[in-house]
């Protein structure tokens, strides 16, 4: 019988490619140069090209194509589907290729656990990675509603992911408290690895007036842009600050891509927001980074709901990590990671948002003191080297060393 290689790992992603699942990423980054063997199975990223099979940093990466993809509930049906068998079929071709000691899955879905049921016997420990409530997230994209048989389903499958867990990781106390309840986790076995970003990569740069396009105000926004993720909130405070109030000193600035990219597209054009609003699609990191560097203002218009609200947003930690001051929604987490570095609105509305994103940019010196905040809790308690302490901490006791 082949045997696992305790320090091979095979690390699953679902719903975003890597490299760029920066989470994802750092854990494999850090595993690497701990001593793992990192082998990552992720989709490829739509519209770009990219080999089904490379390797980047010494890290193995098989991807699959992700034909499926959209808002309605067929499509989250196929895709998930499809993403089940793909993963399980590659995790089988990784295991004849070189056995491994470790699953780690990143969530949403919830639907590795047969992985468990397959190599479990073989002495495979299988981790839990939890980025996402996944029954929240399905219903933050349509209908919102908890008691269907899809939302229950869900539910299931998240009860029967941590049940075949190893060990948990979380990304905040929230989701501890989750895994703790709901999942009747041991608290030993939680581990918590924040969405922190890796400060050799995020630190600011040298602003480019450039790309200000001669605008006096720069506000961005960096992430995936789905249908829970607020940008058609920021898009209409955009029209607001541009149109309404008539300031057009003001340049958006949205990088990334995702589900709502169309229904986004309708929108630029509906409310006429023209050059003032500007989408870049995907960016690699240098030039991603040089607009961070440069921007007044990171937005962050994700909406109070079930999913958000205890939630960690990843482009919140990037936005402190480049010295950016946050405009968000007064969300639990989100309170807790940025602290003083956020400015929160309470008014769940793209005006308020729109007024909350005027009022920090006529005051230079309110921002300058949330740069400082923000830029000292990234490098202090919430840094990834007391993340990667974390994860370590969480192989180590899945017996990685024995």
């Known amino acids: 019988m082949t045997k696992p290689v305790r320090r091979h790992v095979l690390l699953i992603v679902e719903n975003a490619p890597v490299p760029v699942d920066r989470r994802v990423w750092s854990e494999a980054t850090t595993l690497k140069k701990s001593g793992y063997d990192v082998s990552v199975i992720s989709p490829m990223l739509k519209g770009k090209p990219a080999r089904r099979r490379e390797t980047i940093d010494g890290i193995d990466i098989w991807r699959f194509a992700m034909p499926f993809g959209g808002r309605r509930k067929r499509d989250f049906v196929f895709e998930y589907g499809w993403a089940i068998l793909a993963c399980h079929l590659l995790a089988l071709r990784v295991w004849f290729h070189k056995p491994f000691g470790v699953i780690h899955v990143a969530n949403p879905p919830d639907l590795f656990f047969g992985l468990k049921w397959i190599f479990g016997w073989r002495d495979v420990r299988f981790i839990f990675d939890q980025h996402d409530l996944a029954p929240e997230l ?22 029967q992911t941590y049940r075949a867990a190893d060990v948990v990781l979380v990304t905040n106390e929230s989701y501890r ?21 890796d400060e050799r990569t995020f630190y600011p740069r040298p602003s480019n007036p450039e790309l200000k396009a001669g605008h006096d105000h720069l506000v961005v926004f960096a992430g995936t842009m789905g249908h829970q993720d607020g940008v058609d909130v920021l898009l209409k405070a955009a029209h607001h600050i541009r149109i309404v109030r008539q300031r057009t000193d003001v340049l958006f600035v949205l990088m990334g891509t995702g589900d709502a990219w169309d229904e986004l597209q309708q929108i630029h054009a509906d409310y006429a927001l023209g050059t003032g609003v500007r989408f870049t699609g995907f960016l690699d990191d240098q030039e991603m980074l040089a607009y961070l560097s440069t921007a007044d203002i990171g937005a962050a218009p994700d909406l109070p709901g079930p999913l958000n609200s205890v939630s960690t947003m990843v482009k919140t930690m990037e ?76 192989y180590e006791s899945v017996g990685k060393d024995d």
């Open 319 to 394: 936005y402190m990590a480049m010295g950016l001051p946050v405009v968000s929604f007064d969300l639990e987490e989100s309170q807790f990671s940025a602290g003083q570095a956020g400015h929160y609105v309470e008014t769940q509305t793209p005006e308020a948002f729109g007024e909350a994103i005027i009022d920090l940019l006529d005051d230079p010196a309110r921002r300058q003191h949330m740069s400082d905040i923000g830029q000292a809790r990234i490098s202090g308690p919430l840094s990834w080297k007391h993340s990667t302490e974390n994860l370590l901490a969480a």
């Open 177 to 197: 408290r989750r895994a703790l309840s709901l999942g009747h986790v041991d608290d030993d076995q939680i581990y918590t690895v924040r969405n922190s970003p």
């Open 138 to 159: 399905y219903e933050s994209k349509f209908d919102k509603v908890s008691n269907n048989f899809i939302s229950k389903t869900l539910s299931w499958f998240e009860r």
